[in-house]
């Protein structure tokens, strides 16, 4: 079982390492200094998903190769209800990237301004949600009930599924630990890009990362719904 237990978790641990440094402040200013300001808002982004799609391509590929042993196994019906919930949270991830735009966190817009001639706008740090008109984060979809929809949804995803191995546990379990860190830093990235706007954002009672009820949360919900149903108005 220890056959590849040990060899997921240092694989996985060493695909985040590297995932992480490229998606750093440091890694970004570096490609700015070296490339310039322009090349590294236009290319950057795709740069990273890129190279994140052919890593994980390699990790994918050696996991596969390596000794498996099954702990569970769960038949239907109940096999139906974890697809349901897997379902649920990839439409939530959906609309998660929808409100942050599609375009956008894939880099397209970015890289369609470099091939122009006028300035290129930067990629969006992080994975956080998207400007309302007067410059304050949108509170809205998923970014209402979580600051990190696009870390926490995945988790549901990883861990629902009807066949459990030796080596899907280790790779959920260091994938968890990555995701939840990996918010820690983010929080900190969007606080460095977006300042007051952010900060606001983080006091305005949308959790951290699992969607937990708060009263202060569906305070904030009802004056968002407000505020959409005046500005229809």
């Known amino acids: 079982m220890?056959?590849?237990i040990i060899p997921t978790v240092v694989a996985t641990a060493g695909f985040a390492v590297v995932h992480s440094a490229f998606a750093s402040l440091k890694a970004k200013r570096t490609a700015a200094r070296i490339f310039g300001e322009r090349n590294r808002n236009g290319l950057y982004r795709v740069f990273f998903?890129?190279?994140?799609?052919?890593?994980f391509g390699f990790l994918a590929a050696y996991l596969f190769s390596l000794p498996v042993q099954e702990l569970y196994r769960v038949e239907s019906p109940f096999?139906?209800?974890?697809?349901?919930?897997q379902f649920g949270a990839v439409v939530y991830t959906t609309f998660a990237v929808r409100q942050v735009g599609f375009t956008r966190i894939l880099g397209l817009e970015s890289?369609?301004?470099w091939f122009g001639r006028g300035p290129v706008p930067p990629e969006p740090e992080a994975q956080g949600p998207a400007l309302d008109s007067v410059g304050m984060m949108r509170r809205a979809g998923p970014?209402?009930?979580s600051r990190h929809p696009l870390n926490m949804a995945p988790l549901f995803?990883?861990?629902?599924?009807?066949?459990?191995?030796?080596?899907?546990?280790?790779?959920?379990?260091?994938?968890?630990?990555?995701?939840?860190?990996?918010?820690?830093h983010e929080e900190a990235r969007l606080r460095a890009a977006y300042g007051e706007a952010y900060s606001a954002y983080q006091r305005s009672g949308v959790?951290?990362?699992?969607?937990?009820?708060?009263?202060?949360a569906s305070q904030s919900m009802r004056a968002i719904s407000k505020s959409d149903e005046a500005g229809r108005e």
């Open 2 to 4: 220890w056959d590849s």
């Open 49 to 55: 998903l890129t190279q994140s799609l052919v890593l």
């Open 79 to 85: 096999i139906w209800l974890l697809y349901a919930v």
């Open 111 to 113: 890289l369609g301004a």
């Open 143 to 145: 970014f209402a009930w």
């Open 157 to 184: 995803i990883l861990w629902l599924w009807p066949t459990m191995t030796t080596t899907l546990l280790a790779f959920n379990a260091t994938a968890t630990i990555y995701l939840i860190i990996g918010s820690f």
């Open 207 to 216: 959790p951290f990362y699992f969607p937990w009820p708060t009263r202060s």
